[in-house]
Structures are given as structure tokens and as C-alpha cells.
């Protein structure tokens, strides 16, 4: 027998108090530790001093190599950055070159770094639903499940800010740079998407550069988002469909009922159905439970199944 099996058998009220507890255990260890420094507690204040930083840096060496303005500087430094790469504006001398190769790798770099932190915040997100489904079925809270259109919420907000960048973008081109309606929804797209073909840009002028530069920022961030909160919402749809079918299928045979009884005693406490949820849905493996509880039974020095502040006591001294 098993450690876990050891554990749960013949233990009822200790079942209990193990069945209630551990999936918030997992869901604690699901999640990102609580952060102490007020940049820890505002994840995008570290890279948004390193964007400014970054962008700054160009924009000095820019002005001071080619005499360009600030906004031309800055303009130029945010197609690079996002990588549109309208083709307008380049570098001609050796030393230009190489600093935009360091300058280049080094936004690449940022980018991966961005998008890493966006994968990882969708699977935070997964962990969160999912540990939050697992909750709510073993702790038997009643109540509704979320709406579906709950988990596309700050998808379609997402969608509905970039649209509004988009209409911006659109009605710029249009108005002040006195492109055509196909002209304007082409140059808005292909540099909200990166793709900057170089065929339409904008005129020469500070107010333009300025603006481009800014928006830019928010048009590529902008659908990066959507794409990523959408992806998001999907795979949560997903995961739910998988958790509620896992679910459904639990204690539909009579070789489920033997699986699930680990001890053989003829029946299946909460834990027992607990711990085998858990391994079906792939959130934990038989030998990781082994191994804590094989821990916890060196700690319970009586047997007693619970481990009491004299215990402690003389495992400390």
C-alpha cells in the first residue's frame, strides 16, 4: 500500500480535513508568490523604465550623429523598436549600422521578453480558473459556474480599446496625412500588425512623427494583446469543457469504484476521489504524493495522524 493509501484509510476526519485542504495547497503553489517592493507589486513599472530608457538611448545617439530632431529620433527609434521598419529612414555610415545591430538584438530581446511574460501570465490565468473550479467542486460551494462570456470579458475589452487606437490611426491618416480611405485602413493595418511594408508612410513633419510614435506603441502592443487574451480565453474555454468531462466521467463503472478506493475498504472518502481527480487531470503524480506524506509520517512521530506542537518540539530540540 501506498503512502497516500496509508494515509487515508481508517482516517475518516483526517480524509476530510486533507480533501478540503490540499487542492487550495496546489492552487497556493499554482500561483506567483505576493510581492513586497512596490515594482514587484506593479509588474509593468520595471519594463516600462527599461522601454523609456531604451528608447531614450537611441534617440540621443540619433540626435547626435545625424543632427535629427527629437521627434525624427524618437519616430525612427519606435519603428525599429516595434519592428515595423517602414524603410523611410535608415542608417548609412558603418558606426550607424553596427550601433542598430546592438540595438536591434537588444529590442528583439525586450520583445521576447514581453511576450515571455505574456505566455506566463496565461498560464497563471489557467492555474487560477482552474484551481478555482477545483475549489468550488470539492469544497461543495454552491452557486453558478462563470458565464462563458465572463471568460471573454477582458478579451473584448482588450478588442475594444485596439479598436479604438485603430479608428485614431485611421482617422490620422486619413485627415492629416490626406491618404484615401483604402490607403489609410492599409498603412493602419500593416503597421499596427509590424509588418511596414515601406510602400506608405507618413510626411516628414514633427507633428506627424510624434504622433506615429506614440500610437505605434499602442496599436502593436494593443493587438498583441488581443491576440494573447483571446488565446487566453479559448484555452480557459477548453479547460473547462476538459475539467467538466474528467468530472462527468468519475464513478461511471464499477472499475472506476476499485481505482478510486486506493485502500480496499469498500468504499471512497473525499480524498480518495480528491487525489484521484487530481492525477486524471494531470495536476499531480502518485510518487509526489508519496513523498509528502511519507514526509508528514516522519513528522507524526505517534502515528496519530496529526502532527501536534509537542511533536515540533522534539524535532526542534
Not at 26 to 34: D, I, L, T, W
Not at 100 to 120: D, K, N, Q, R
Not at 239 to 266: C, H, K, N, P, Y
Amino acid at each position: 500500500m501506498s503512502e497516500s493509501s496509508a494515509l487515508l484509510s481508517g482516517q475518516p476526519e483526517i480524509s476530510k480535513a486533507y480533501g478540503a485542504n490540499l487542492i487550495k495547497s496546489f492552487a497556493k503553489v499554482s500561483m506567483p508568490p505576493e510581492r513586497g517592493s512596490p515594482a514587484d507589486r506593479i509588474p509593468w513599472l520595471k519594463p516600462l523604465a527599461f522601454s523609456v530608457l531604451f528608447i531614450f538611448v537611441g534617440v540621443a545617439f540619433f540626435m547626435a550623429r545625424f543632427g535629427w530632431s527629437f521627434s525624427k529620433a524618437l519616430y525612427f527609434c519606435i519603428v525599429t523598436i516595434t519592428t515595423v521598419g517602414y524603410g523611410d529612414f535608415y542608417p548609412l555610415d558603418s558606426a550607424s549600422k553596427l550601433f542598430i545591430v546592438a540595438y536591434v538584438i537588444c529590442a528583439i530581446s525586450a520583445i521576447a521578453t514581453y511576450l515571455s511574460g505574456v505566455v506566463e501570465g496565461v498560464i497563471e490565468k489557467q492555474a487560477e480558473h482552474l484551481t478555482n473550479v477545483l475549489s468550488r467542486r470539492f469544497d461543495g460551494e454552491q452557486g453558478k459556474e462563470e458565464p462563458e462570456e465572463g471568460v471573454f470579458s477582458e478579451a473584448l475589452q482588450s478588442l475594444a480599446f485596439f479598436a479604438l487606437v485603430f479608428v485614431i490611426g485611421l482617422g490620422f491618416f486619413v485627415f492629416d496625412q490626406k491618404k484615401s480611405l483604402v490607403d489609410a485602413l492599409y498603412v493602419t493595418t500593416i503597421s499596427s500588425s509590424t509588418v511596414g511594408y515601406g510602400d506608405l508612410t507618413i510626411e516628414p513633419t514633427a507633428r506627424a512623427e510624434l504622433f506615429t510614435s506614440v500610437w505605434l506603441v499602442f496599436s502593436t502592443i494593443g493587438l498583441a494583446k488581443v491576440i494573447g487574451d483571446f488565446s487566453a480565453a479559448f484555452a480557459a474555454k477548453n479547460q473547462q469543457r476538459f475539467i467538466d468531462s474528467v468530472l462527468e466521467s468519475a464513478l461511471t463503472s464499477t472499475g472506476d469504484f476499485r481505482q478510486m478506493d486506493s485502500d480496499q475498504d469498500g468504499r471512497i472518502t473525499k480524498a480518495e476521489f480528491l487525489v484521484s481527480m487530481l492525477e486524471r487531470m494531470d495536476l499531480v503524480q502518485k510518487n509526489d504524493l508519496d513523498e509528502i506524506l511519507g514526509r508528514f509520517d516522519e513528522l507524526d512521530l505517534d502515528g496519530s495522524g496529526y502532527v501536534d506542537r509537542s511533536e515540533v518540539v522534539k524535532l526542534d530540540s
